[in-house]
Every structure is written in structure tokens, then in C-alpha cells.
């Protein structure tokens, strides 16, 4: 069975950093591409990031609203899937979640941005 | 970018009624296009895929149609069940794009 499970998400002051992991299990992770999507409070879904395989060079495409703040990586030896969020703004406040080919879902992990 | 127009963004219907959800996109996407149902804290699912392709498991009163600018979704018989957020995405480029949702509640 396909599974992503989401963690490192908190509570957070502007200006700060997280770094968020999807562990995956269940299906060959090296080979697929992944992706973060999030979604604030009572609000629509947004995507954030992806990231290629191996094959594709591990190449990334980001959301210009995080573009030069949030670091997409993975580490297939793990196969874990990360995203290094810096300089926090309120308005990244959200569920964060990981996505295999917009198919298979991780739960999410909750961001806030509080000071 | 791509902008996705969803629309309606609510509607309310009873159980047994046929749902109609439909996404514009601003440019043609081929067919690259996905339905997604979410309730209330929990994560998206996949009902179709490719526009038209009815994801493994997913009840097949759920069906999707469409090519190009216009696509989709139809629930032909409403279930207790399907009382949710129903979102459209496309991945033909990026930055991927949703529709801004379509909450479907009990009249």
C-alpha cells in the first residue's frame, strides 16, 4: 500500500525556518517525481514545488510565491522527500502536503506563522 | 500561468440529484486534468485522471469529460457521501494551477 506520511511542521515567528519531511513506503520512490501542495485555513489548494527523479536530473519547479525561500529535495536512499522552508511569512501559513504524481496523498503537516 | 475557472464555487443539491462542475482554463491543456474530492480535514482524492479516467476504486457515478479549455465533472446520481469540495487541476504546465473549489452541501 502507497503512503506518505508528512511531519515537521509547527508553530514558527516570521522570519524563521522548517523543514518539512514526507516519508514514503509502498512503491518505488525513486522513481516517480514529487510534489508539495498546500492549502491556508479555510482556503483553496496551491501547489509549491515539484521535483524530477534521478532520470530527469532531480530538476525543480517552484511556485514564484515561494520561489528563493523553499528548498525542494529528496534523498532516495531514504526514500524521504523534503522542503526547507525559509524567511516565513504569516501568509505561508497552511496544511502542507506531499503528492506523488497529484495521485497518492501524504495527510499533511500544519505550518503556522505567529509571532 | 495557466488560470483555471471553476465554477459554480457552491451549490447546494439533494441526494439522488445529477452535479455538473465545470473548469475553464485560459489556454488549451490538451487533456491534462485531474478532479479531485476533499472533505473536511482530510487530503485530496483523485476521482479521474486525464480528464476522463476514472481513478481505480472511485464509484463510477463519478465521471469527467472535456479536452482543451473546457472540461467536466459529473456526479450522476448524488450519494450522502459525496457531500464535499470538489477541485479541478491542471499539470500541463507550470506553475500547476487548481480551480478555486466547488463546495457541494445538502439542500
Known amino acids: 500500500e502507497v503512503q506518505l506520511v508528512e511531519s515537521g511542521g509547527g508553530l514558527v515567528q516570521p522570519g524563521g525556518s522548517l523543514r518539512l519531511s514526507c516519508a514514503a513506503s509502498?512503491?518505488?520512490?525513486?522513481?516517480?517525481?514529487m510534489d508539495w501542495v498546500r492549502q491556508a485555513p479555510g482556503k483553496g489548494l496551491e501547489w509549491v514545488a515539484r521535483i524530477r527523479n534521478k532520470a530527469d536530473s532531480y530538476t525543480t519547479e517552484y511556485a514564484a510565491s515561494v520561489k528563493g525561500r523553499f528548498t525542494i529535495s529528496r534523498d532516495d536512499s531514504k526514500n524521504s522527500l523534503y522542503l526547507q522552508i525559509n524567511s516565513l511569512k504569516t501568509e505561508d501559513t497552511a496544511m502542507y502536503y506531499c503528492t506523488r504524481d497529484y495521485d497518492k496523498w501524504g495527510q499533511g503537516t500544519l505550518v503556522t506563522v505567529s509571532s | 500561468d495557466i488560470q483555471m475557472t471553476q465554477s459554480p464555487s457552491s451549490l447546494s443539491a439533494s441526494v439522488g440529484d445529477r452535479v455538473t462542475i465545470t473548469c475553464r482554463t485560459s489556454q488549451g491543456i490538451r487533456n491534462d486534468l485531474g478532479w479531485y474530492q476533499q472533505k473536511p480535514g482530510k487530503a485530496p482524492k483523485r476521482l479521474i485522471y486525464a480528464a476522463s479516467s476514472l481513478q481505480s476504486g472511485v464509484p463510477s457515478r463519478f465521471s469527467g469529460s472535456g479536452s482543451g479549455t473546457e472540461f467536466t465533472l459529473t456526479i450522476s446520481s448524488l450519494q450522502p457521501e459525496d457531500f464535499a469540495t470538489y477541485y479541478c487541476l491542471q499539470h500541463n504546465s507550470y506553475p500547476r494551477t487548481f480551480g478555486q473549489g466547488t463546495k457541494v452541501d445538502i439542500k
Open positions: 509502498g512503491f518505488t520512490f525513486s522513481d516517480h517525481y
